[in-house]
């Protein structure tokens, strides 16, 4: 039981990253390099969301 609530909550926070990091790709100021640091993500995963959110 513990690990489901530890697991939705790990989900919560990356969820909450990603719309973080979203947002600060449509405000078009900082580098992904920056939005990875300040999101807390792998810059990878912040070059994907950019390349969806471009599309």
Do not use: F, H
Not at 1 to 16: I, P
Not at 38 to 45: I, K, N, R
């Amino acid at each position: 039981m513990c690990q489901a609530v530890e697991d939705m909550r790990n989900q919560t926070l990356k969820e909450g990253a990603i719309n973080s990091a979203k947002r600060m790709l449509a405000d078009g100021i900082l580098t992904l390099e920056k939005i990875a640091e300040y999101a807390g993500l792998p810059l990878d995963e912040v070059k994907k969301l950019k390349a969806e959110w471009t599309a």
